[in-house]
């Protein structure tokens, strides 16, 4: 013989109320587990990007050009592939002695709510950045210059 209605009289609705407090948490360990991912893949192209902008950019300038205008390429290399709402970056130039100079790029990194930004702080808790760099230190070889 199976249970009748009354016999689950104090069990109805359980199920509603397990979902409706288990729902919330789901989807900020979903939002999360989506942010840390799409962090985590953006590391990876931005690592490679700034390898190819630092090589093609600044291993060889062109005659009279110099550290600066060798940054501004590359952060413009940077800016033009990393153009989403969600990243931003920079890039730093440091001239180090026998003609090596050090290329350091980074990616700051907002929370995305699915593709969707984030307000920038949460019941006055400021949501941070995160942020990632990567330095190239590269042999600025010029062609045609005596030294």
Do not use: W
Not at 8 to 19: K, P
Not at 50 to 60: K, Q, Y
Not at 126 to 131: G, N, R, S, V
């Amino acid at each position: 013989m199976g249970l009748t209605s009354a016999g689950r009289s104090g069990e109805n609705g359980q199920m509603t109320v397990e979902l409706a407090v288990a729902l919330p948490v789901l989807l900020a360990v979903a939002a999360i587990a989506v942010n840390a991912l799409l962090f985590f893949s953006e590391c990876s192209a931005f690592d490679v990007a700034s390898r190819d902008a630092v090589r093609i950019h600044a291993a060889s300038p062109a005659y009279g050009q110099d550290l600066e205008q060798s940054r501004a390429r590359v952060a413009a290399a940077l800016s033009e592939s990393f153009d989403r709402p969600y990243t931003a970056s920079s890039v730093a130039v440091e001239g180090a002695a026998g003609g090596h100079a050090t290329f350091t790029s980074t990616l700051e990194f907002s929370s995305t709510l699915f593709g969707m930004g984030l307000k920038t702080s949460v019941f006055g808790v400021a949501l941070p950045k995160i942020a990632h760099a990567i330095s190239f230190t590269v042999d600025c070889y010029k062609p045609g210059v005596l030294l």
